[in-house]
């Protein structure tokens, strides 16, 4: 297969290298079918963050045409504006060329090609959906876990692997830890005893029901989703299904628990970005905050992307004489913001 050669003629073909870097960016910045986050594109440094809340307060008596009093949309934002603050990160990604001809094969296979015809083109869409997948499992764990201080708080595995989780001010976790020490949010807050206990794993049947319940009860605002790690899922999942003073265990057991949902309200959960991340990136003795469910809107954990300047320097090459491997460079800006602060409540 032509794999190598096809590689070094796409890297020198303008129209190649810019179909490659319009799509990635189109597949990775606009496409919102992440079920946790909202990815905002065209967001630029300085720009105010902008909550989805419905304004309120603007339906009063009539005044008449000289005593109108109009009621600013800055005042629904509560007292605490944010701005955009987005950083340059790169993509430095490179593969040998025997892994990457293999990948590509297993590609065109699950994609239903012929591998004994594919064509030049197969390889930049292939080019394309690993540039673009690679991107959006970055956005997600930069979301969930990253500070940029995170280098000295002695939490991860190997030093060495802050540069993936230092790339902006704060991610979700980050934030949270931070509004959690802010006194007038800590009725948005529930702590959870055995989050850095060495018995954080033998929790009680009822554990994670009982964290879902006060979080929605407790709430002054209504939410479409509780993001939950996977071991409070497990635990909720558990408790119907094994509870014999239950009627749903069959039920669970035959069709299966699914996502789950907790009063009307869906369950969701990200196996490889936070509890995969968790455990193997965060130290192990006792893992740094193995339980977390967040009770907010999906449209209020916003990914800001500056999609204008993605990936226009992007750079594709083959290494020369003993060095077998192909890389891929580009950068592009990022940053997360919980829109609205007050509308979240997250056990952790």
């Known amino acids: 297969m032509e794999v190598i050669n096809w590689f070094n003629q796409i890297k020198d073909d303008k129209r190649y290298v810019d179909e490659i870097k319009d799509v990635s960016v189109r597949d990775a910045v606009f496409d919102n079918t992440d079920q946790i986050f909202t990815i905002i594109p065209g967001v ?4 105010q963050v902008a909550s989805l809340k419905a304004p309120e307060y603007i339906t009063k008596k009539e005044q008449g045409c000289d005593n109108v009093t109009f009621t600013s949309f800055k005042d629904t934002l509560r007292g605490h504006t944010q701005f955009w603050n987005p950083k340059r990160v790169e993509i430095s990604l490179s593969a040998c060329y025997k892994e990457f001809e293999g990948s590509f094969l297993q590609w065109a296979l699950g994609n239903g090609l012929d591998v004994r015809d594919l064509t030049k083109g197969d390889l930049a869409s292939f080019i394309t959906s690993y540039l673009t997948s690679g991107m959006k499992a970055d956005f997600a764990r930069i979301a969930f876990h990253a500070d940029e201080n995170i280098g000295t708080q002695n939490i991860l595995t190997k030093p060495a692997l802050s540069e993936h989780y230092d790339q902006i001010d704060k991610g979700l976790v980050s934030t949270l830890l931070y509004l959690k020490t802010i006194p007038e949010f800590k009725d ?6 055995k989050n850095n ?6 929790l009680n049947e009822d554990y994670a029901i009982k964290i879902y319940e006060e979080l929605v009860d407790d709430a002054d605002f209504d939410a479409n989703m509780i993001f939950t790690s996977n071991s409070l899922r497990k635990n909720y999942r558990n408790y119907f299904k094994y509870n014999k003073n239950l009627d749903s265990g069959n039920t669970v057991i035959q069709k299966g628990f699914g996502d789950g949902e907790y009063d009307g309200i869906g369950l969701k959960y990200a196996k490889e970005s936070y509890d995969k991340k968790r455990k193997l990136d965060f130290k192990r003795s006792k893992i740094h905050i193995p339980h977390l469910a967040i009770y907010t809107n999906k449209e209020n954990l916003q990914i800001g992307v500056d999609d204008t300047s993605a990936l226009e320097d992007i750079r594709l090459h083959a290494g020369t ?11 592009y800006m990022i940053d997360f913001k919980v829109a609205d602060l007050y509308d979240i409540r997250a056990a952790l």
């Open 44 to 47: 630029k440094g300085g720009q």
């Open 321 to 331: 004489g003993k060095d077998r491997n192909i890389y891929i460079e580009g950068t």
């Open 188 to 193: 948005n807050f529930i702590e959870i005893a």
């Open 197 to 202: 206990d060495a018995d954080q794993f033998n």
